[in-house]
């Protein structure tokens, strides 16, 4: 068994390798550049959209209100006419990346001691890299793509923005493995 407190370096190390990595991967025209295709008459949408004043938040619609309504003839009719839809609505103005970059980095580090604590758990100071590397390597795919793949069987978002991303889960998850293989305590 290896504590916590000696794995902090691979935590931070890890978590940095995945945020430059990550960066790289959705900077470049790489497999994401057509992940969120422009909607048709996008300025007529938004116009329409614009007098109600949706506060930030997600959204389905159409939407019953309980069992009976899901079963009733008029709620039938909406979905049959459309649009059927999952709506996230963000607020106003320029978005920044600051908030969700930093969120992002915390969550890297989140992982990295998920992996640290199984890998701690099942493994002594000076473990081989294999089984460094297997143990940390499984426990930051889950969660860097596995976690995701709900998303597609419940909500419906397109299977390929989900295959993309456990790609990048896949790299992810090798790169903390490599990490915490190298600078696993001896």
Not at 27 to 46: G, S
Not at 126 to 132: A, C, E, L, T, W
Request: hydrophobic share 55%; aromatic share 12%.
């Amino acid at each position: 068994m290896t504590g916590l407190l000696p794995l902090w370096l691979p935590i931070l190390v890890s978590a940095v390798v995945v945020f430059i990595a990550s960066s790289v991967i959705h900077m470049t025209p790489l497999w994401h550049k057509n992940d969120f295709p422009k909607i048709p008459r996008e300025d007529d949408v938004m116009d329409a959209l614009r007098p109600f004043a949706i506060p930030p938040g997600d959204y389905m619609f159409p939407r019953c209100a309980s069992r009976e309504d899901m079963r009733s003839a008029e709620f039938a009719e909406k979905l049959r006419k459309g649009p059927v839809m999952l709506m996230t609505v963000m607020p106003n103005g320029m978005m920044s990346m600051t908030r969700s970059l930093i969120l992002w980095f915390l969550y890297l580090v989140v992982v990295g001691i998920f992996a640290a604590c199984v890998a701690g758990t099942a493994l002594p100071a000076g473990g081989d890299f294999r089984s460094v590397f297997h143990h940390t390597g499984i426990v930051a795919f889950v969660a860097y793509a596995v976690a995701l793949w709900q998303m597609s069987i419940w909500y419906r978002r397109a299977w390929s923005l989900t295959i993309k991303a456990t790609l990048d889960g896949l790299i992810y998850a090798a790169l903390t493995g490599i990490t915490f293989g190298y600078l696993w305590p001896k």
